[in-house]
């Protein structure tokens, strides 16, 4: 399976700002997240997660932000037939 690919925009004592691009079926590999995080998609796809409960597909929306705690594992494989984007903010603490 292909890797996506990331990409560190700002990484500071705040903030690390990671775009990540994935060719078809690309895969991030399975993670745990250590901080909180935001994913900011930057087109509509679909992007299948595999879990520790298991897999399930989502729908994003280019534009429409989510968050996540910190703790959350997963792999993470674009589900779309052509390059998929998205940007990733992980908030490293207070100010």
Do not use: C
Request: hydrophobic content about 40%.
């Amino acid at each position: 399976m292909t890797s996506a690919v990331p990409t560190v925009q700002i990484d500071n004592d705040r903030v690390r700002v990671t775009e990540w691009r994935f060719a078809p079926g690309a895969s991030t590999g399975f993670h745990r997240h250590e901080m909180d995080y935001v994913v900011v998609p930057m087109l509509d796809g679909k992007l299948r997660l595999v879990e520790p409960q298991g897999t399930r597909e989502v729908a994003l929306k280019a534009g429409v932000s989510y968050s996540r705690p910190a703790g959350v594992e997963h792999d993470v494989i674009n589900a779309n037939d052509y390059e998929y984007v998205f940007v990733e903010v992980e908030l490293k603490g207070p100010a």
